[in-house]
């Protein structure tokens, strides 16, 4: 109930294409959805975040799409660069609460 | 403004042996959680505090972990009897006030041996 699942494992792209990396969660109850970029030996870092109130949230090259009925969402991550190489993690809360994390996106951009 | 600081930033510990972690949040966040994170896996939630109180422990693996947080600041992350199997990343969390973003720290990597 708790679960959000996360796709794909791992990606590789080229410099200045599109990642994308899926989430789906079962817990309707949740209404807070971040995205963290975390590089090794450091901590997770906030990138974007969205409630369910809108279906895409746009910062930079970064954008969310949210799929209430479906459960899902994803991270859109346009031109991607090679300094975007790192491991991402979908994550969703209820009322404030733990997040409950996805098990990561290892993403590799090749120059 | 400084950001979540977590100390020490490595920690190896022999099995057996009791160890604290520290965890200073960003001023004036009301909310403070602590995660475990073992190797190429997501975070998973141990505890919650809302000031001093822990709202949620439902997430701590079983009672030789206890955390504190009695000033409703700085928090400390307490395991006895390391075990191998509690080698991670732990990482603390805090938020300005229930649901809105939590920032984290750099983590402590904890390796029992």
């Known amino acids: 109930q708790q679960q959000v699942k996360q796709s794909p494992q791992s990606l590789i792209v080229q410099k200045g294409g599109i990642s994308i990396i899926n989430c789906a969660y079962e817990?309707?109850?949740?209404?807070?959805f971040p995205w963290y970029q975390q590089f090794p030996g450091k901590g997770p870092a906030l990138l974007i975040a969205?409630?369910?109130?809108?279906s895409e949230k746009k910062e930079g090259r970064f954008t969310i799409s949210f799929n209430k009925s479906a459960k899902q969402f994803s991270l859109h991550i346009m031109d991607s660069q090679p300094g975007d190489s790192a491991t991402y993690f979908c994550?969703?809360?209820?009322?404030?609460?733990?997040?409950?994390f996805g098990g990561g996106t290892r993403l590799m951009v090749k120059p | 403004g400084a950001g979540v600081s977590q100390t020490p930033s490595n920690k190896v510990t022999e099995k057996g042996k009791y160890v604290e972690l520290r965890c200073d949040p960003i001023?004036?966040?009301?909310?403070l959680y602590w995660y475990r994170q073992s190797l190429g896996q997501g975070p998973e939630f141990l505890i919650y505090?809302?000031?001093?109180?822990?709202?949620?422990d439902s997430g701590l693996p079983n009672d030789r972990f206890f955390a504190v947080r009695p000033e409703g600041s700085v928090s400390t992350l307490k395991i006895q009897r390391t075990e191998r199997g509690d080698s991670a990343m732990y990482l603390c969390?805090?938020?300005?006030?229930?649901?809105?973003?939590?920032?984290f720290g750099q983590g402590t990597r904890l390796t029992v041996v």
């Open positions: 969390a805090s938020s300005p006030r229930v649901n809105t973003e939590a920032f």
């Open positions: 969205i409630r369910p109130d809108v």
């Open positions: 817990n309707t109850a949740f209404d807070y």
């Open positions: 994550a969703a809360s209820s009322g404030g609460n733990m997040l409950t």
């Open positions: 001023s004036g966040h009301t909310a």
């Open positions: 505090f809302q000031g001093t109180g822990a709202a949620d």
